[in-house]
C-alpha cells in the first residue's frame, strides 16, 4: 500500500476529528496494521476486531446467526452488518468491514476463492463492494486491504 494513501487517511482523519471501527475477517488484522501505522493513530482509530470464526461475528459484532446460515459470513448482508455493527458499538464515525474467502480452501463455485466483500458506513453512507481478486493468499489480502484503504480515503477526502 502506498505510504501516501495512509498518510492522507490519517491526515484527513485527525483534520476533521473522525474516528473509525474496523470489523476484519479474511485479512486477519492487516486493515487496522495499516491504520496504526503512523504516531497518534489513537486519535482516531479506536477499535480493530478480527472477527474471523463466524461465533465471533455473532457474539462480538450482534450478527444473527440465521443471516450468516442464510446468506453466508462471506456476503454482502455480513459486511454490511458487520460495518454497521462495529460502528455503532465504538460509536464511531466510520465503520469499515472485510469478509472473504482469502483461500486456498473454503471456496465454493458460487464464491471462488478472492471473493471480498468490503463494507463502509458513516452517518448517512453505506457502500458495500464485492471483489474477485486473482492470486494466493497473501495476494488476495494485500488487494483487499489496499482497496479498503483507498475507498476510505475517496470518502474522506476534502
Not at 473509525?20 to 486519535?43: D, F, Y
Not at 482509530?45 to 444473527?64: D, M, Q, R, W
Not at 459486511?79 to 469499515?96: P, S
Request: with cysteine; net charge positive.
Amino acid at each position: 500500500m502506498p505510504a501516501s494513501i495512509i498518510r492522507k487517511i490519517h491526515y484527513q482523519l485527525i483534520k476533521q476529528g473522525k474516528t473509525i471501527a474496523v470489523a476484519e475477517s479474511c485479512t486477519g488484522g492487516q486493515l487496522s496494521s495499516q491504520l496504526t501505522s503512523l504516531p497518534e493513530a489513537s486519535r482516531y482509530f479506536l477499535l480493530g476486531a478480527v472477527t474471523y470464526s463466524n461465533k465471533s461475528k455473532e457474539l462480538l459484532l450482534n450478527i444473527p446467526a440465521g443471516i450468516i446460515a442464510k446468506y453466508g459470513a462471506v456476503s454482502k448482508e455480513v459486511a454490511i452488518l458487520m460495518a454497521r455493527n462495529i460502528k455503532n458499538k465504538m460509536r464511531a464515525d466510520f465503520g469499515l468491514s472485510i469478509t472473504g474467502i482469502a483461500g486456498p480452501g473454503g471456496a465454493t463455485s458460487a464464491k471462488p476463492v478472492g471473493t471480498v466483500y468490503i463494507c463502509l458506513c458513516a452517518k448517512k453512507l453505506e457502500i458495500c463492494r464485492k471483489f474477485i481478486f486473482p492470486g494466493n493468499r497473501k495476494t488476495i489480502c494485500k488487494k483487499t486491504v489496499e482497496k479498503s484503504l483507498l475507498l476510505l480515503c475517496a470518502h474522506l477526502s476534502p
